[in-house]
Antibody, heavy 122, light 108 residues
Framework: QITLKESGPTLVKPTQTLTLTCSFS??????????VGWIRQPPGKALECLAV???????RYRPSLRSRLSITKDTSKSQVVLTMTNMDPVDTATYYC??????????????WGQGTLVTVSS | SYELTQPPSVSVSPGQTARITCSGH??????AYWYQQKPGQAPLVVIY???ERPSGIPERFSGSNSGTTVTLTISGVQAEDEADYHC???????????FGGGTKLTVL
């Protein structure tokens, strides 16, 4: 059974860099069509897709946040890392790690991690 | 930037039919997906590629596309269907993923 689990800080200060790690199991990010991404949801607000990285190293980013985001993968460790610079209180949200497969476009996310709440505050 | 528009809330009585819409100018070109999210839980896809239903999702959930509007229909609504529903698609150039604002379904 596919599982994904987010890890990282629950509290960061404004201007700091957030680094989140997604550890997954039961699939490989080297399999054709597979992708792993990050979606966030501010409290009481809408979902936002931040970034997705695919088996072929293709990376897709939310345009409005592109300059602050970086997504990388370590296939051997079954991990994906999201880095977000210059954090602000408006970035307070639950951050989900998600799986997509099948090479569909747009992708849809059939497996989700439990999510991790990241609070930005001094 | 491209947006998908959903009504903030929809209310129905048990056994009735709930229809939740999602509008966007790129929907004729891009597939839409629907997610159900209950409090404290991660979203769960209930419709993919406009109208396909994943295994395990009850038949009362269906989806349709009529151009710039897609609709999630829940027939014979049950109390357990009370949740937030989010539509998802992509911009017309297919460059990035976009979600709607979400609709809170209340079962009266």
């Amino acid at each position: 059974q596919i599982t994904l689990k987010e890890s990282g800080p629950t509290l960061v200060k404004p201007t700091q860099t957030l680094t989140l790690t997604c550890s997954f199991s039961a699939f490989s990010l080297s399999t054709s069509g597979v992708g792993v991404g990050w979606i966030r949801q501010p409290p009481g607000k809408a979902l936002e897709c931040l970034a997705v990285i695919y088996w072929d190293d293709d990376e897709r980013y939310r345009p409005s946040l592109r300059s602050r985001l970086s997504i990388t993968k370590d296939t051997s460790k079954s991990q994906v890392v999201l880095t977000m610079t210059n954090m602000d209180p408006v970035d307070t949200a639950t951050y989900y790690c998600v799986h997509t497969s099948g090479g569909n476009w747009p992708p849809f996310f059939d497996y989700w991690g439990q999510g991790t709440l990241v609070t930005v505050s001094s | 930037s491209y947006e998908l528009t959903q009504p903030p809330s929809v209310s129905v009585s048990p056994g009735q039919t709930a229809r939740i819409t999602c509008s966007g100018h790129a929907l004729p070109k891009q597939y839409a997906y629907w997610y159900q999210q209950k409090p404290g839980q991660a979203p769960l896809v209930v419709i993919y590629k406009d109208s396909e239903r994943p295994s395990g999702i009850p038949e009362r959930f269906s989806g349709s596309n009529s151009g710039t509007t897609v609709t999630l229909t829940i027939s014979g609504v049950q109390a357990e269907d009370e949740a937030d529903y989010h539509c998802q698609s992509a911009d017309s150039s297919g460059n990035y993923v976009v979600f709607g604002g979400g609709t809170k379904l209340t079962v009266l």
